[in-house]
């Protein structure tokens, strides 16, 4: 049963406009949630994370919303950049100090097209 | 170093036989974390030191995954007999400490990962 799901593991957006990664989450418990970008090669590097406390959460051009009724979270990057193009890992955990151990979506291959 | 080392950056291995992977953490990180990522899929949360805590080995798959780390710095991740459902990239972070640290950088710093390929 996986907890954490990106259900699109493609999406190409043109530059500049926006891109929408989506997640879904299935273990109530979770209540801290980040989004890491992944280049080949590399390890991935943290973007953005947000607490169940909030619904929202903006830095720059990203932005995490989370809907706790739904159990789901997106992250919005506007405008979207060709150095956008990577892999996007959607992340849970319970309680923020537990965010090194947390359980990461199969990723979201984005590609931001010149 | 500037950041998270590891070391090989690949390695292919004959099923069997025994592999050492090795992470060279951020100097001062006191938190250090093993996952793995198999092809197609995210990472999946292996072990966690903390200082001079006992390891957090929750997410070892099987008795045949150990990590130690020395001294509180390097650590090496073990596989024994390897199989080639071990076939994966095995990445390691670090952080200052363990938990979220600030709005905007969490800390955890990720290396480069290695790549192990059970043949």
């Known amino acids: 049963d996986q907890q954490v799901k990106q259900n699109s593991p493609s999406l190409s957006v043109q530059e500049g406009r926006i891109s929408i990664l989506n997640c879904d989450y299935t273990?109530?418990?979770?209540?801290?949630f980040l989004w890491y970008k992944k280049y080949p090669a590399e390890g991935p590097t943290f973007l953005i994370s947000?607490?169940?406390?909030?619904d929202k959460n903006e830095d720059g051009r990203f932005t995490v919303f989370l809907n706790k009724s739904a159990k789901h979270l997106s992250l919005h990057i506007v405008p979207s950049q060709p150095g956008d193009s990577a892999v996007y890992f959607c992340a849970a955990s319970a309680r923020s100090a537990n965010a090194g151990k947390s359980t990461f979506g199969d990723g979201t291959t984005l590609t931001v097209k010149p | 170093g500037a950041g998270v080392s590891q070391s090989p950056s690949n390695k292919v291995t004959e099923k069997g036989k025994d592999v050492e992977l090795r992470c060279d953490p951020i100097?001062?990180?006191?938190?250090l974390y093993w996952y793995r990522q198999s092809l197609g899929q995210g990472l999946e949360f292996l072990i966690y030191f903390q200082g001079n805590s006992a390891p957090d080995k929750s997410g070892l798959p099987s008795d045949r995954f150990s990590a130690e780390r020395t001294g509180g710095s390097v650590s090496t991740l073990t596989i024994q007999r390897t199989q080639q459902e071990d076939s994966a990239v095995y990445l390691c972070?670090?952080?200052?400490?363990?938990?979220?640290?600030?709005?905007?950088?969490?800390?955890?710093?990720f290396g480069s990962g290695t790549r192990l390929t059970v043949v």
């Open positions: 972070a670090s952080s200052l400490r363990g938990g979220g640290q600030g709005r905007h950088n969490y800390g955890y710093t």
């Open positions: 947000i607490s169940s406390i909030k």
């Open positions: 273990n109530s418990m979770f209540d801290y």
């Open positions: 100097s001062g990180h006191t938190a």
